[in-house]
């Protein structure tokens, strides 16, 4: 390592370090917004009233709004017997969410064919909607109605191995209790790393720029690459330490099950880091001013960490065009890893694939703003 | 190369756009000599020195510094200058001691060597009863010797000044330009930019650049006896010093007319013109209270210079 980078490390830690609102910035903010997003989104939307137009009527369809009504999640406030029923129960709000049995439900089921059923819900309220939307997945993926689970006099099934699959494609796995923190902290998690370490950098860089002390580093013999290291390092170091911050308060106070490994998470995580340090670079060689690199790096990862990552949004429910988009999303990705560390225990085996896409952003972004950063001295 | 040589700028230029900001210019500044770049705003001074210190690559023509070609051997240019940008460029959340740490980090002046060197110019800054305080906290004066200090802690062999002592009090502008000359006594070559025409007085030479172009270089005095025919001082009333102006730009015998402070230059071929100036005047109702030759200042020969160039 240069010599050069370690003045340049030390001067960042002490201007972090002299300035409180980068301490708090850098230190407070992460658990802070972890705690209001947390609490805000993942309070369980429990009693949503259900309007069910069951035109089945078999014992199945039955069984299946049991299923349903059986959690605390959703409770039947309307029995409709039209279609404009339902929807004036819905239109009116006696009910938010709306469940559609078809005629052929039991059959389809009992023929072993894909049993399709229909949710109406109420989008107004966003933020219960979309949860409602999780917990229907959750419970649709409990529900997969294997022809053990069904009382033989109902239902025959054709082939006793393969489930018989109710046509809901949002599933939730390890998750039984269908807590929603367990699943919304890692993604916070996520989307709060990538959105920190891209707005620190285009921050620390922008701000060299607007205070006019570039210039005195460009005429200097430092090259740009020690320049870059230098000012990478120190918030690898401040993002593993958000990491770990992160972490106590999504085992110990939302009390998210840890079932992997804490040092593939730490890996994962410094990755993750340096593709999003990597952002924030690229928008730092792109505008000199703090103002505008602090909206271009918010924009550019919290957003699509949010929206595109799968945390709010199920890929597979989006239109093709925006699931494409989603390859791009280093959250999607790092989604994957931390939710299986976190949840399902499991290793490199699973996501090396994703760790592989990390690694290559991450690489490909320091790259590609090095060379811009150096364009940038024309 | 000619090793007296310091900088050697050739037909530089630079363009942003088609806006023609540093237009072929060429000079030469030896080693030992302080070397002034006087000019109105956005004149190209900050754009020319920019180029000299490889952050910007020119246009066209050549400039070498220390020997060095700055457009193909920046980063040999890069070690042997120091440079004190027109913004104040230190860190301000750092102390005094910790932003020469950092600057001697950057020049590789760790270990013993290197915070013998950082006592030194400490010293020469007048800075070591204030190592400890913020840079923010400063007062003005002693920020620009503490940026000086930062600019030669690696005894760059050629010195790049900014406007340094603009907003600086008069004692402080003093001190500084000490602290220059000693350092151009002892061999380094010092290009600086200022808007104060007093300091000018203290280059060894000089070049005005003016729109781009450079309309003269050398030293003070002959700058100022080429300065064709005589200089004519003249008082007014405040009142009427418009009209005045407006007599003398349009009168024969004057070649050219400025504002100066509360007063009029006027040049004129020779002295002998005094009494037809001044009953010009008379005739208009202007009562001059003053009329006579004076030895002209740079900011005189500046202002004719660029007369004459706009006239062109
Ligand atoms: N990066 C740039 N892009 C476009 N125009 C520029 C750029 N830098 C400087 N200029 C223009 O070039 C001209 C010369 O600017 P420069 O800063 O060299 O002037 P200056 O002589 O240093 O003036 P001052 O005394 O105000 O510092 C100005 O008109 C300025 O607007
Ligand atoms: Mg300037």
């Known amino acids: ?378 | 190369m000619n090793s007296e040589l310091a900088i050697e700028v050739t037909d530089i230029t630079k363009r942003f756009g088609r806006f023609v900001a540093v237009d072929r210019v060429s000079f030469q500044v030896r080693r030992g000599e302080v070397f002034g770049f006087l000019g109105p705003n956005g004149s190209g001074k900050s754009t020319t020195i920019r180029m000299l210190c490889g952050i910007l690559l020119p246009t066209a023509g050549t400039g070498r510094v220390a020997g060095f070609d700055v457009a193909r051997q920046p980063e040999r240019v890069r070690e042997n200058i120091g440079y004190m940008s027109q913004k104040f460029s230190l860190y301000e959340e750092l102390t005094v001691q910790e932003n020469l740490d950092f600057f001697a980090g950057i020049y590789g002046l760790a270990g013993p060597g290197g915070a013998a060197r950082r006592e030194e110019v400490m010293a020469l800054g007048g800075l070591a009863s204030y190592r400890n305080v913020l840079a923010r906290d400063l007062p003005g004066g002693l920020r620009q010797r503490l940026a000086l200090a930062s600019a030669i802690l690696h005894r760059p062999s050629v010195l790049f000044l900014d406007e340094p002592t603009a907003g600086v009090d008069p004692i402080s502008r003093r001190q500084f330009w000490d602290l220059i000359r000693a350092m151009a006594a002892a061999g380094t070559a010092v290009l600086v930019t200022t808007h104060y025409m007093d300091e000018a007085e203290h280059c060894h030479a000089l070049a005005f650049i003016y729109q781009g172009r450079l309309i003269a270089t050398g030293p003070p005095a002959r700058l100022k006896a080429g300065l064709q025919g005589s200089l004519v001082e003249v008082e007014v009333e405040p009142g009427q010093l418009l009209p005045a102006l407006t007599v003398l730009q349009t009168h024969p015998l004057a070649r050219e007319a400025a504002m100066f402070g509360a007063a009029l230059h006027v040049t004129v071929d020779s002295s002998e013109a005094i009494p037809t100036l001044q009953a010009s005047l008379t005739a208009r109702g202007i009562a001059a209270r003053r009329v006579e030759t004076i030895v002209p200042s740079l900011e005189d020969v500046f202002v004719s210079l660029v007369t004459r160039e706009v006239g062109a």
Request: proline fraction near 6%.
């Open chain 1, 1 to 378: 390592m240069s010599s050069r980078i370690w003045p340049i490390m030390r001067k960042e830690f002490l201007e972090i370090w002299r300035d409180p609102r980068n301490l708090g910035f850098v230190l407070v903010m992460p658990v802070l917004m972890l705690l209001l997003y947390g609490y805000g989104i993942s309070s369980d939307v429990k009693w949503v009233p259900l309007a069910v137009y069951d035109r089945d009527g078999r014992s199945p369809a039955r069984e299946l709004v049991r299923r349903f009504t059986s959690t605390e999640y959703f409770v039947v406030t309307a029995q409709v017997g039209s279609l404009r029923e339902f929807r004036r129960a819905i239109d009116t709000g006696q009910a938010k969410v709306g469940l559609v049995i078809p005629e052929d439900f039991s059959q389809n089921l009992a023929a072993g064919r894909p049993a399709p059923i229909q949710f109406v819900v109420d989008g107004s309220d966003s933020n219960t909607a979309s949860i409602a939307v999780g917990n229907i997945a959750a419970i649709g993926k409990s529900t997969e109605l294997t022809p053990r689970d069904l009382r033989p006099q109902i239902l025959v099934a054709p082939k006793l191995e393969t489930p018989v699959p109710i046509e809901l494609r949002t599933w939730v796995w390890y998750n039984p209790e269908l807590k929603s923190s367990n699943f919304l902290i890692p993604g916070l998690t996520a989307v709060i790393l990538m959105m920190l370490a891209a707005m620190l950098t285009s921050l620390t860089v922008a701000r060299e720029w607007e205070r006019g002390t570039m210039e005195g580093l460009i005429a200097s013999p430092l090259r740009p690459h020690e320049l870059m290291i230098g000012k990478i390092l120190p918030y690898v170091v401040i993002g593993l330490v958000d990491v770990v911050f992160i972490l106590l308060v999504a085992v110990f106070l939302f009390r998210v099950p840890m079932r992997g490994s804490l040092t593939l998470l730490m890996i994962s995580s410094t990755i993750f880091l340096l593709g999003g340090l990597g952002i924030g670079l690229f928008i730092s060689a792109a505008t000199k001013s703090v103002q505008v690199a602090f909206q271009l790096s918010t924009l550019a990862t919290m957003l699509p960490a949010l929206l595109l990552s799968g945390f709010f949004y199920p890929i597979e429910n989006m239109p093709p065009i925006l699931q494409a988009i989603t390859y791009l999303v280093p959250a999607r990705y790092f989604l994957v890893v931390i939710r299986g560390i976190f949840l399902k225990g499991v290793g490199l085996a699973v996501f090396w694939k994703e760790l592989v896409f990390l690694s290559v952003f991450a690489v490909f972004m320091l790259v590609a703003s090095s060379a811009k950063f150096r364009k940038r001295l024309e």
